[in-house]
């Protein structure tokens, strides 16, 4: 093999590691019903979708629990475009008077648990919804690390 070829081989090697990496935070949307299913909650795609906000010109896909509560999903391109959308809703709440909703940062997803009732307030879903998203944060690290 020439060096030329060697060196060549040798990028693509390393390009291959680095998207590896990079996507080892990427979530699918089947991986989040999957792990809120393991936690016993059923979450339904709203017939109707409900875009709370745009977070950096990403919209969220809205799920309906049992109760009528709503759970909103933002999928980004990466971990770092989840916290510059998180930002960004931060700036927009300033806005408005209104209910925050119970915020989940995993991976490259944002998780907005919209409950019923006073900010701060118990919720049915909230400690549930803690353990999916810590869930498919274990799996997220073991993908990591299997990857390494």
Request: glycine letters at 6%; charged letters at 30%.
């Amino acid at each position: 093999m020439s060096n030329a070829m060697r060196k060549l081989v040798l990028v693509l090697l390393m390009l291959t590691l680095m998207t590896a990496c990079a996507n080892g935070k990427k979530l699918s949307s089947e991986q989040l019903l999957e792990s809120f299913k393991a936690e016993g909650i059923s979450l339904v795609k709203a017939s109707k979708q409900k875009n709370y906000f745009v977070l950096k010109g990403k919209k969220s896909v809205t799920y309906t629990l049992d109760n009528g509560e709503d759970v909103a999903v933002y999928l980004f391109r990466s971990e770092k475009k989840r916290k510059q959308g998180l930002k960004d809703f931060n700036r927009q709440k300033a806005k408005y008077d209104m209910q925050i909703p119970e915020i989940y940062e995993v991976g490259d997803a944002l998780v907005f648990y919209w409950y019923k009732g006073e900010t701060g307030s118990p919720t049915t879903y909230g400690d549930l919804i803690r353990k999916a998203v810590d869930r498919l944060e274990r799996q997220l690290s073991e993908t990591a690390q299997a990857g390494s």
